[in-house]
């Protein structure tokens, strides 16, 4: 059985960091892209990032660039992400997620899909 | 980057009817859509994906359609688990971008 299992939300004060978890299992991690998607309360859901199997490529939404960092540890079948400089917008439950990869072109890249998802952890970020 | 929308945004329906829900790209995305439904307090649970292909285990009460920019979410028979919020999402690019979501409620 598939699972993904995120720890390491919690309070933090604006400008401060947090480093969030997400510990896989029942499946093959290394053969998988995932990624990082966002709620805010009463809100509706954001990508954040994603990174490839091997973790040579990362990519992640605008707002994000530069502060956030994912990374994954094979070894470990875990997925990460390092959030510095935090603001109250972040304040958010983070979902990690399994990207089943579909097909891949020359043009357009690789495209995949998200077909499990953890069951969040919430980060809030206030002073 | 793309931009997605859906409409409506608040949908009211009955047990029995059918609903539909419409997804729009702001540029081509191909086939590359997938659709969503989250309760209340829970993860998001994938229905369809490549705009037409239900997820294994999803209700066959769940079909989608279209490509390019337009594509559409019908339930056929609307059941009480049905209540949710809808997501689509594109993924044709590595900037993935979800909808706004659609309520389902209680009519």
């Known amino acids: 059985e598939v699972q993904l299992v995120e720890s390491g939300g919690g309070l933090v004060q604006p400008g401060g960091s947090l480093r969030l978890s997400c510990a896989a299992s029942?499946?093959?991690?290394?053969?998988?892209?995932m990624s990082w998607v966002r709620q805010a309360p009463g809100k509706g859901l954001e990508w954040v990032a994603n990174i490839k199997q091997d973790g040579s490529e990362k990519y992640y939404v605008d707002s994000v660039e530069g502060r956030f960092t994912i990374s994954r540890d094979n070894a470990k079948n875990s997925l990460y992400l390092q959030m510095n400089s935090l603001r109250a917008e972040d304040t958010a439950v983070y979902y990690c997620?399994?990207?089943?990869?579909?097909?891949?072109?020359?043009?357009?890249?690789?495209?995949?899909?998200?077909?499990?998802w953890g069951q969040g952890t919430l980060v809030t970020v206030s002073s | 980057d793309i931009q997605m929308t859906q409409s409506p945004s608040t949908l009211s329906a009955s047990v029995g009817d059918r609903v539909t829900i419409t997804c729009r790209a702001s540029?081509?995305?191909?086939?590359?859509l997938a659709w969503y439904q989250q309760k209340p307090g829970k993860a998001p649970k994938l229905l369809i994906y490549?705009?037409?292909y239900l997820e294994s285990g999803v209700p066959s009460r769940f079909s989608g359609s279209g490509s390019g920019t337009e594509f559409t979410l019908t339930i056929s028979s609307l059941q009480p688990d049905d209540f949710a919020t809808y997501y689509c999402?594109?993924?044709?690019?590595?900037?993935?971008?979800f909808g706004p979501g659609t309520k389902v409620d209680i009519k």
């Open positions: 540029q081509s995305i191909s086939s590359w």
């Open positions: 490549t705009a037409s």
């Open positions: 999402q594109q993924y044709h690019s590595y900037f993935f971008t």
């Open positions: 997620a399994r990207g089943y990869l579909e097909d891949y072109d020359f043009w357009s890249g690789y495209h995949f899909y998200f077909d499990y």
């Open positions: 029942g499946f093959t991690f290394s053969s998988y892209w």
